[in-house]
Structure formats: structure tokens, C-alpha cells
């Protein structure tokens, strides 16, 4: 079992692990040595055990906040998860009918003669603004 070498509010500790667990000890006792540096910081020295019953406290809180937002998010994600369901579930909805007017041609063909018309009236406007 491997032992490794952790500081935690500027004292040394050997401790033992798994095998291939040295990296994750290593990364947990920074998180305990962050809170027990800042406690020594504010307070001053104290016991040992204070500091690291303090310290665990401290991170046992921040754990108990992430664990309530993580059920949080659980729950909100289950509620989602039901409603997609249920829209799945749903059946399509019926295509809705369009109807299109049919302009009959003879109509059109007055339309674009009119057009016509009105652009030769007003090309006739312009011309006679402009002399």
C-alpha cells in the first residue's frame, strides 16, 4: 500500500492509500489544507485537532450545499425528462387544410394592364416635372 506525504495548515502527514489513489489523496488534502490555511489565517495557530475538525466541518458544508443543488438539478431534470415524454407521447396533430385563392385569368390580365397603365402615367408625370 503506498503511503504518501500531505501537508494540511503547514503540517505534514504520511498517509496510506490504494494503489492508484495517490493523485486523488493529493487533490483532497489541497481542498482540507485551502480551508485549514485560511482558518489558521483568521484565527490564528490552534490545536491540531481543531484545525482539522474545523476544517472538515467547513468542507463538509460546502458538500451538503453542492449535494442539495445537485438534487435540485436532479429533480428539475426528472420533471423535464416526464414532460418530453408525455409530448412524445402525444399524438400529431392534424394537418391544418390551406386554401388558396385562385385569381381566375382574366383578372390577372386586367391587374397587369392596369399596372401597365399606371407606370405610363406615371413616366408621363415625370417627364412633364421634369421639363
Do not use: N
Not at 36 to 49: D, H, K, N, T
Not at 88 to 109: D, F, L, N
Amino acid at each position: 500500500m503506498p503511503e504518501v506525504t500531505i501537508e494540511i495548515g503547514g503540517k505534514e502527514f504520511r498517509v496510506a492509500c490504494q494503489e492508484g489513489e495517490e493523485q486523488y489523496l493529493r487533490d483532497a488534502a489541497a481542498m482540507l489544507d485551502r480551508e485549514a490555511r485560511g482558518l489558521v489565517s483568521q484565527i490564528g495557530r490552534m490545536p491540531e485537532a481543531r484545525m482539522l475538525l474545523m476544517a472538515g466541518l467547513m468542507l463538509a458544508d460546502r458538500t451538503a450545499a453542492y449535494e442539495q443543488k445537485a438534487a435540485a438539478a436532479e429533480e428539475k431534470l426528472a420533471r423535464r425528462e416526464r414532460l418530453i415524454e408525455e409530448m412524445q407521447a402525444m399524438p400529431a396533430p392534424e394537418p391544418e387544410r390551406v386554401e388558396v385563392a385562385v385569381i381566375p385569368t382574366q383578372v390577372k390580365e386586367s391587374l397587369a394592364e392596369l399596372a401597365a397603365q399606371a407606370e405610363a402615367l406615371a413616366a408621363q408625370i415625370e417627364e412633364k416635372a421634369a421639363g
